[in-house]
């Protein structure tokens, strides 16, 4: 097998593993809180806190995105990789040892500080794959987050009504160190470290100037940041919607979950596939198209009679979905000056995480307004305004750039 090929496979697990243990832990935090251990009994309290601890990741996330990024280009992306799975590995096995709501606050904004898999993992996987089948290997990359993203909760749940929740977060640290470890083997980087240290010293403030300064890439980082706002932000009103078109009936909580991970199940299959069409057709083209048509199915639910008309649109919409993330990052790859490869792509995580802080907050807001109906619209305008920006940017002008 190529080295690229081992690079994606192992790295595939690794993202598998990361969301997944990122998202496992979440549908049982607040029960986690009212564990004796830890025994919070004011539900106000702990509907607060869960909230809190489950933002504290992102918000050190995106502050500290930028530090890591820049050490990658310095001292090699698979360094930064396995400091990132290695120390998630350790945090999250810390968790288990938790006995009050501050410990978790802490340890979840060491782990969104230290955290850095994804964009170290995309970065490596973009400078040693061929050029040809960067969007295939991207498409792929991205299909295992969303799978982990997706499978996370389930098997969370499972998990907690077999083994109770404390062991959920050793087992999360096991496997994190299980596929960091295989990186550490398998995984082979082309990198220069002595020419990486003879290139002169770039500030993070420098570096966000210079790479903000290509519009092309201001256009990448708008589509990840709205990507994660507008899909993030009907989430947490997703149960109600289903609960006005389903009713209070049975499987209430089945159907309002199912329709929540929709458009991830679609997602996870069409990334690669896309991923491939932009491989023979050019990414910016199917960047444009899966962002009016991802656009167009926010207007549909919006006005949605029955959650069987809401549950196919979300499925048609992960079909554009996936073809966002992957087109992005080889665009990204593409448009990054040479050796600013880290800062790029952890400045798009950056933005990622943005969204998720802002996403569910502003979605609650425009819900009061124009009610839940209402955020889906302002979700695919928002969208529409970003395809005319990346087609104004990325397909007007067709600037010179790096085909490596």
Not at 226 to 250: S, W
Not at 283 to 298: C, D, N, R, W
Not at 385 to 393: D, E, G, M, P, Q
């Amino acid at each position: 097998m190529e080295q690229w090929k081992k690079n994606l496979a192992v790295l595939w697990i690794g993202q598998f593993l990361v969301m997944g243990g990122m998202t496992m832990i979440m549908p049982f935090m607040s029960l986690y809180l009212q564990s004796p251990r830890i025994g919070m009994t004011d539900e106000h309290e702990i509907a607060t806190w869960a909230g809190i601890i489950f933002a504290g990741n992102f918000v050190t996330a995106f502050l500290f995105q930028p530090l890591w990024g820049k050490l990658s280009d310095k001292y090699g992306r698979k360094m930064m990789l396995l400091r990132s799975g290695f120390g998630m590995a350790i945090v999250m096995a810390l968790m288990g040892f938790a006995t009050s709501p501050w410990h978790l606050l802490l340890l979840r904004m060491v782990n969104g500080t230290i955290s850095g898999f994804n964009p170290a993992a995309v970065s490596l996987v973009s400078i040693n794959t061929p050029k040809e089948k960067m969007g295939f290997a991207m498409g792929t990359l991205q299909s295992g987050g969303i799978a982990g993203t997706i499978l996370g909760p389930f098997l969370g749940g499972l998990l907690a009504d077999a083994v109770g929740y404390r062991p959920i977060f050793y087992l999360t640290g096991i496997s994190l160190f299980a596929a960091s470890t295989l990186a550490y083997f398998v995984v082979k980087e082309r990198f220069d470290r002595a020419q990486a240290a003879a290139k002169p010293a770039v500030s993070i403030i420098a570096g966000f100037k210079q790479l903000s300064g290509v519009p092309q890439l201001s256009a990448l980082f708008a589509v990840t940041f709205l990507l994660q706002f507008a899909m993030i932000g009907p989430n947490p009103l997703m149960p109600l919607y289903v609960q006005r078109l389903h009713g209070t009936d049975v499987n209430l909580a089945f159907w309002a979950g199912f329709v929540s991970s929709a458009a991830g199940i679609t997602n996870m299959v069409a990334a690669p596939l896309l991923g491939r069409l932009s491989d023979r057709i050019g990414q910016a083209k199917v960047l444009g198209i899966s962002l009016v048509g991802a656009a167009a199915m926010f207007v549909p639910q919006a006005f949605a009679a029955t959650v069987w008309q809401l549950l196919l649109f979300r499925l048609l919409q992960g079909c554009f979905l996936g073809g966002l993330i992957p087109s992005v990052n080889a665009l990204v790859r593409r448009f990054t000056p040479d050796g600013m490869e880290g800062r790029a792509f952890s400045l798009n995580s950056s933005m990622l995480s943005l969204g998720n802080m802002i996403g569910p907050i502003v979605g609650g807001v425009i819900s009061g307004w124009t009610g839940i109906g209402g955020v889906f619209l302002i979700s695919a305008v928002l969208f529409l305004i970003n395809a005319a920006w990346v087609r104004k940017t990325l397909v007007a002008k067709r600037p010179a750039s790096r085909e490596a």
